[in-house]
């Protein structure tokens, strides 16, 4: 009997004893294997040459995981890095052509400065000024009960913009360009996961029976089209509801709000040059620019409220959105409510000066109207051995401020350059030791971030007059004290500094 032969045997004998598989999400339809039987025909063995070796396996290729794919490309020690990026929308393999002349999408975000920064650092910004995007350098906050506003101006913080709106699809795209114009190796594969192996020793055993020393070190990653790969490093940036973070049997804490989401794209008779946010009893509406005449809606309400705004006529569905920005619910705040000898007057920003405004009037619904439960979510851990997450995979907040998809670039942005140190001194990339080091960075700054969202949420939840009290002096206070202004819009803007304790 020849080497070959008695390796095959042994393989085959292996095979029998599978190593610990997690198997997917329970909408894939996939069984988790059973021993072999013994009457069972044994299948041929997998040999590891075959199958196609990465460095880095991104399951998710929507905004943040195009995003670390993208930093990666155009970071010195990590373009050579193999990438293999994992997602069922064709969107990725299609080159989607997005129509100038079209309205814009409801689905937008808001990007801060560090987020721009980021994208410019990797050449993505360029493809953004070509599509429909609208900075704005001011921003109006406010009360339904009239106590207090609060305006913010980029020359608080001698800056140019507070941010900027930006259609999802015009970031995707920006990003996926990014990638397809550079020389980084990368495969992107239309399927979606199906399983997981994790290495549980140094020389890991194959669910098929074959041990290598170049998969041996490495996870296996089964597509539901059959297709088979390894790689040092998975990274989960598949989403709030996350197969990589299930397989992985990351526990999560959270809770649902008892609020729903209704976005779209409106239409003014003058363009809009301002963000405008007001606080109503069942959940904030945000007005925000997107450019020319267009602005974009995000109203947070209780959930029948939302099936009954979504059902209105469009003439009744604008009615209801001019009425909760401008005199709705109660009474526009007075500019000079603080003015004059108050005990703030020596702390005022530039903007202190700066009376309440009215939002510009909606005459048109320019979008369908799109509704979604709103929820808070982290996850217990973001790493593991051969495992990190990144973006709503890891956590999910509250809209009101805008943040949660600059948290998740932020994310991509700290994990890049993590393993970028790892390849400067030769680690492994997949090391937990090595991706602890990001997971200690981006879940304090997380944390603090959805413990301030979430306290905003529960504070502007409550009808009560002692708390509409002390909302009125927290607007005023912001509105009146210049340090504390400053701090406010240097931390929204994604510096990690906090506004009241440095």
């Known amino acids: 009997m020849n080497r070959f032969s008695v390796a095959r045997r042994i393989a085959s004998n292996i095979h029998g004893f599978r190593s610990v598989q997690r198997t997917l999400c329970s909408n894939t339809g996939v069984k988790i294997p059973d021993l072999v039987s013994e009457k ?84 993505a910004w360029e493809f953004v000024q070509q599509h429909c995007h609208a900075y704005f350098d001011k921003m109006q906050v406010w009360d339904y009960t009239g106590l207090g506003y609060t305006r913010y101006n980029a020359r608080d913080v001698d800056a140019d913009v507070l941010g900027c709106v930006v259609e999802n699809k015009v970031l995707h795209k920006s990003l996926l360009s990014c990638i397809q114009n550079s020389d980084f190796q ?16 140094s020389s890991m055993t194959s669910s098929s029976g074959t041990s290598s020393s170049a998969s041996g070190s490495s996870a296996r990653l089964e597509l539901d089209n ?43 008779a003058v363009e809009n040059f301002c963000a405008w946010q007001r606080f109503l009893p069942n ?25 009954d705004r979504n059902s209105m006529s469009e003439d009744d569905f604008v009615k209801a959105v001019n009425h909760a920005l401008d005199s709705g619910y109660g009474p526009h705040p007075q500019s000079k409510s603080f003015e004059g000898g108050n005990v703030f007057s020596w702390l005022k920003a530039d903007s202190t000066h700066e009376g309440f405004e009215v939002p510009p009037k909606v005459f ?51 994990l890049s350059k993590v393993i970028a140190e ?57 509105q009146y004290i210049s340090p504390l202004k400053r701090k406010i819009i240097s931390y929204a803007s994604g510096n990690k500094l906090l506004p009241l304790f440095t």
């Open 422 to 478: 790892g390849v400067a001194v030769g680690s492994d990339i997949g090391e937990v030791t090595l991706l602890k080091k990001y997971e200690s960075e981006r879940k304090a700054a997380n944390i603090t971030m959805m413990a301030i969202l979430d306290g905003f949420q529960k504070a502007y939840s409550v009808d009560f007059m002692p708390i509409n009290v002390l909302r009125a002096l927290a607007f005023n206070g912001a």
């Open 283 to 307: 959940g904030p509406i945000a007005l925000l620019p997107i450019g020319e005449k267009f602005s974009n809606i995000v109203w947070s309400m209780d959930p029948k409220e939302s099936v």
């Open 364 to 414: 048109k619904l320019a979008s369908q109207r799109l509704a979604f439960p709103l929820s808070l979510m982290h996850a217990n851990s973001y790493a593991s051995k051969r495992l990190v997450l990144i973006g709503d995979a890891a956590h999910t907040v509250h809209p009101l401020a805008g943040q949660g998809v600059n948290m998740g670039f932020a994310d991509a942005r700290c």
């Open 226 to 268: 059959g297709n088979i790969m390894y790689a040092k490093l998975v990274v989960g940036a598949d989403g709030s509801k996350s197969c990589v973070r299930e397989l992985a049997r990351i526990q999560t804490t959270g809770w649902k709000y008892s609020q729903s989401a209704i976005i779209c794209t409106v239409e003014h």
């Open 186 to 201: 990368k495969t992107i594969y239309s399927s979606r996961l199906s399983s997981i192996t994790f290495p549980v020793r």
């Open 40 to 123: 069972e025909p044994l299948a041929e063995p997998e040999l590891a040459y075959d199958i196609p070796q990465y460095d880095i396996a991104i399951v998710g290729g929507g905004m943040v995981g195009m995003a670390l794919a993208c930093s990666l490309a155009t970071m010195p020690l990590t373009k050579q890095l193999s990438v293999a990026i994992i997602d069922s929308n064709p969107a990725l393999v299609n080159n989607f052509h997005i129509r100038k002349e079209d309205p814009p999408d409801p689905r937008v975000s808001t990007v801060t400065p560090a987020t721009i920064s980021f994208f410019k650092d990797m050449g």
